[in-house]
């Protein structure tokens, strides 16, 4: 089942703890490849000093973070990776999740952490080909290139654990805010 667009207007916390074990759907030009989400962060907008839109910033990289939710938010960090993020909320508070894990289906067993290709934000945006194109697409239309279901994958609180985000030393205190949200135990967490 398709995840509808009303999934993503909820507290952005709630959100990124939702997404984990739902299905990414890539559009490819080999057909629709899929993974599970293992690892998110949630950005709380103008009032998270980690968020791109803190304090209202506007910029062209920022104007889809300014749409309502169940959009996409791709950028480039270092000049080099790209990282998805589905927005949340409205677009009177633009908040995003950070996608930062995932499991490609179907699931492979015997694989090594040296092997992964997708154990991490930048990893996985180049495993699946996601660029700046991707940017700005309905997550809840079957026809996107990126849209998101539920297989009925079942999480429990305890599986969750919540951490500070990775890499946003930068936002003083909010950077130690327990933000971070990975499946326990998984193989495919970016880092521990």
């Not at 939702?18 to 490819?28: E, F, P, Q």
């Not at 304090?55 to 749409?67: A, G, I, N, Q």
């Not at 289906?105 to 180049?126: H, I, V, Y």
């Amino acid at each position: 089942m398709i995840l509808p667009q009303e999934f993503y207007f909820e507290d952005t916390t709630l959100v990124a703890q939702s997404l984990l074990g739902k299905v990414l759907n890539i559009r490819t030009n080999s057909g629709i490849q899929k993974a599970r989400i293992i690892e998110t962060e949630a950005y709380l907008g103008i009032e998270d000093p980690a968020c791109h839109t803190f304090e209202d910033r506007r910029t062209e990289r920022t104007k889809s973070m300014y749409l309502d939710g169940g959009h996409s938010y791709v950028y480039m960090i270092y000049g080099m990776y790209f990282c998805l993020n589905f927005v949340t909320r409205t677009h009177e508070h633009p908040e995003a999740v950070l996608i930062r894990a995932v499991e490609p289906l179907p699931a492979q067993e015997n694989l090594r952490k040296k092997d992964l290709k997708t154990n991490g934000p930048g990893k996985l945006c180049k495993h699946y080909g996601i660029t700046r194109k991707h940017d700005g697409l309905k997550l809840w239309k079957k026809s996107s290139d990126l849209f998101v279901t539920d297989d009925d994958f079942k999480v429990s609180k305890k599986q969750i654990v919540p951490t500070a985000r990775v890499g946003v030393d930068y936002a003083g205190e909010a950077a130690k805010w327990p933000l971070r949200f990975y499946l326990r135990d998984h193989l495919f967490v970016s880092k521990k």
